[in-house]
Structures are given as structure tokens and as C-alpha cells.
């Protein structure tokens, strides 16, 4: 694994530095969008919408609309200057009981290794945290956005799972929630705790369920090759004539060289009677070696 980012934790007056790594990773398989009928990658292009221009990528802003249309442009100089507390630092806030937040709450997962030379003070707070059987609440600013974390045991690793503020959970407002419930009969509940029952196990074991899908798919794929059912794109005209031309310009500078170099050797007073006799006979020679 790669360390995605460099920083600490805070824990009260002791600080450990760490390495953070992605826990999870996406296992989709990738698929491009192409050309159904040659294969050919379908490409987008950046583009202006007032002036019709293509925009290159270094001058794209962040924008924020107004309802009436108008525009907030944010430049990246803007956001440098807004406060960052807790960059690169992990600031341990609080303890709680790990069953207290809602997995809703739950947004990505990172791996935390200590640093050279803060072995001790990572397994100290690893231990301790186990022992008191809760989690840590901490702030966190990763890729300019400040969240809130939460730090637990793993695997004797210590794992940061980011989490969502409160108002970017949604509360729902459906409409039966609104109206009397239906009546369930004791007898429909006790059936339904029934099926609950036979179908309980004593943990969850995620090794023993399967991505079907994926695994369709990649027998798709897999099949696709070896029946040599497959397209190889047409090189596109416009970059197959620089190609060409860049060949051509090889030549020709390389065929210049070989005409040039023994002129170069010849005095200057010399060169007009002795590049008489030269062309001369090699006219008359290509006839007599062609046929």
C-alpha cells in the first residue's frame, strides 16, 4: 500500500505521527465507454458554455450558482486562505461508546501506521483504546474538507472511519410515517421473529458471500478473449499524418546531410567545377542500372 497522507494524532499532550492509508479499495471492474461499432474511445472535451472555447484544465475555477443564475467563481488562492485547524493533524475530541453512533453516520475508512520512532506511543494508544472497550471522536481535514472521525482497534491496527456531518444525514419524511400504522397480529409478529431466528448467525462472516456479478463479468470478459472476440481501434487519421510527416521530415533532413557533406569538404574556389562533372555522370548512370 501507498500512504495517501502524512500527519498525526493528537491524543492530549502526546502526539503520534502516522501514515494513512485507504482501508478499502474498489474491486469494480472498469469498463470505458466506446464506439459500439469499432471500439473507438469515446472522449470528452472541457468547454466554455459562454465563449464555445475549449478550456484547459489549469484554468478551471470552482464555481458556486446563485438561484437567479449569477455565479460565485472560487479560485484555489481563495481556498488556501480559509481555515484548516486540524490539517495534517488527527485531534482526538472525545470517548464514546462505539454502539452510540449509527453506522449512517459512516463515510470511508483508513488504515493509520506510526512513524519511525513512534511505535510506543501508537501501541499506547491502541491498547489503552481497546482496554476501555470505546472509540475515539476526532477532527480531521483531509482534501481541503474538515470532518468528523472516528478512531477504533482493527486487526490490532488503528482505523480512522470518517463521518458525516449531522445535517448531511437525511431525516425521512415519508408519508406513512405520517398516518396510523396497520395492525400486526401477535401471531404475524411471532412468525416473522420465527424466520428472524432461523436464518441468525452468532457474527458476521463477509468471506463466505460473493460479488456474483463481478464474477460473471469477469467470466464475460475472460471468454471474449480467448474466442478472439475482440477490436483493435483504428489509429485515428489526423494522428497517423503527423506520423507520416514526421517520417518524412526524418528523411528529408537525413538526405540533405548525405547531399551536403561532400560540398562541405570541397574549397570553396573548387566547388562550381567540380560539382559539374559529378552530376553529370550520375545522370547518366540511373538508366543504366535500372535496366
Not at 64 to 93: F, K, Q
Not at 94 to 118: C, G, R, T
Not at 248 to 268: H, I
Request: proline share 7%; hydrophobic share 40%.
Amino acid at each position: 500500500m501507498r500512504a495517501m497522507w502524512k500527519g498525526s494524532v493528537s491524543f492530549g499532550l502526546v502526539t503520534i505521527p502516522i501514515h494513512l492509508y485507504a482501508a478499502t479499495e474498489n474491486k469494480n471492474v472498469s469498463l470505458r465507454q466506446v464506439h459500439e461499432a469499432d471500439g473507438g474511445r469515446i472522449q470528452y472535451k472541457r468547454f466554455c458554455t459562454v465563449d464555445g472555447k475549449e478550456v484547459p484544465y489549469a484554468e478551471i475555477a470552482k464555481g458556486y450558482e446563485l438561484s437567479d443564475g449569477e455565479m460565485v467563481v472560487i479560485t484555489d488562492a481563495d481556498l488556501a486562505e480559509l481555515p484548516l485547524s486540524s490539517s495534517r493533524t488527527i485531534d482526538v475530541l472525545e470517548f464514546v461508546p462505539l454502539e452510540s453512533i449509527d453506522p449512517i453516520n459512516f463515510d470511508k475508512s483508513y488504515y493509520l501506521e506510526p512513524q519511525k520512532a513512534a511505535t510506543k506511543p501508537y501501541v499506547l494508544l491502541r491498547d489503552a483504546l481497546h482496554k476501555s472497550g470505546q472509540v475515539a471522536i476526532a477532527k480531521v481535514a483531509l482534501r481541503q474538507r474538515e470532518a468528523l472521525a472516528v478512531l477504533r482497534v482493527v486487526s490490532d491496527v488503528l482505523v480512522m472511519t470518517t463521518m458525516l456531518w449531522p445535517d448531511e444525514v437525511r431525516v425521512p419524511d415519508f408519508a406513512f410515517l405520517q398516518e396510523d400504522p396497520p395492525q400486526v397480529r401477535p401471531q404475524e409478529l411471532t412468525m416473522a421473529g420465527s424466520l428472524i431466528d432461523s436464518l441468525a448467525e452468532p457474527v458476521f462472516e463477509p468471506d463466505k458471500y460473493e460479488d456474483s456479478y463481478r464474477e460473471a463479468l469477469d467470466a464475460l470478459i475472460q471468454a471474449k478473449i480467448d474466442g478472439k472476440d475482440t477490436t483493435r481501434p483504428v489509429v485515428a487519421g489526423g494522428k497517423a499524418e503527423v506520423v507520416d510527416l514526421m517520417s518524412a521530415l526524418q528523411a528529408s533532413v537525413s538526405a540533405a546531410k548525405k547531399t551536403r557533406a561532400p560540398a562541405a569538404k570541397t574549397p570553396a574556389r573548387r566547388t562550381k567545377k567540380a560539382a559539374e562533372p559529378e552530376v553529370k555522370p550520375a545522370t547518366k548512370r540511373r538508366p543504366t542500372k535500372s535496366a
